[in-house]
């Protein structure tokens, strides 16, 4: 008999990203403190436009230039979100989302997950299912992200004239 492969597990790493300009609310500081209340054993990165900056240029280089062309801040917040789970492995989730129980039973076993939208957005959409990234987890590496990635980054980003 066959031995099953064990299947990797997520890093307890909690990931969260301000790029403002303006200091994190305190509404969003409290959220933030409910995955750490919940996860006292896990690492918690709060990311900023510097932080992201650096890891880009560190692990990412060549999607640099890439990132920095798209038109809307959220291509960039949602690009890099991808990026720190392939390379970092972890759990990606918003900053508006408050965290009301530990959540490692649900990612045992898992090496990559994605919160799911309500199926009236599915419908919406003529779609069977629609996930989202405003919460997701990896192991590093994970196969899904980096095809995800490609396909983010091998986007034409069209180019906006802003004179009238």
């Known amino acids: 008999?066959?031995?099953?492969?064990?299947?990797?597990?997520?890093?307890?790493?909690?990931?969260?990203?301000?790029?403002?300009?303006?200091?994190?609310?305190?509404?969003?500081?409290?959220?933030?403190?409910?995955?750490?209340?919940?996860?006292?054993?896990?690492?918690?990165?709060?990311?900023?436009?510097?932080?992201?900056?650096?890891?880009?240029?560190?692990?990412?280089?060549?999607?640099?230039?890439?990132?920095?062309?798209?038109?809307?801040?959220?291509?960039?917040?949602?690009?890099?979100?991808?990026?720190?789970?392939?390379?970092?492995?972890?759990?990606?989730?918003d900053l508006d989302y408050e965290c009301l129980k530990n959540v490692e039973s649900l990612l045992a076993g898992k090496s990559c997950c994605f919160a799911m939208e309500p199926d009236i957005h599915a419908q919406l959409f003529n779609k069977t299912m629609v996930f989202n990234n405003a919460l997701m987890a990896s192991v590093p590496s994970h196969s899904f992200m980096k095809k995800v990635i490609e396909k983010v980054f091998a986007e034409k980003i069209p180019t906006y004239d802003h004179t009238f």
């Open 1 to 93: 008999m066959d031995k099953e492969e064990a299947v990797p597990e997520i890093p307890k790493i909690i990931h969260q990203i301000w790029a403002g300009e303006d200091p994190l609310p305190n509404v969003l500081k409290e959220l933030g403190k409910t995955w750490k209340e919940h996860h006292p054993e896990w690492e918690y990165r709060l990311w900023n436009g510097k932080d992201v900056r650096n890891f880009i240029i560190a692990y990412f280089p060549e999607y640099l230039d890439l990132y920095h062309s798209f038109y809307y801040d959220i291509q960039r917040w949602d690009a890099i979100r991808y990026l720190i789970m392939y390379q970092t492995g972890g759990i990606y989730v």
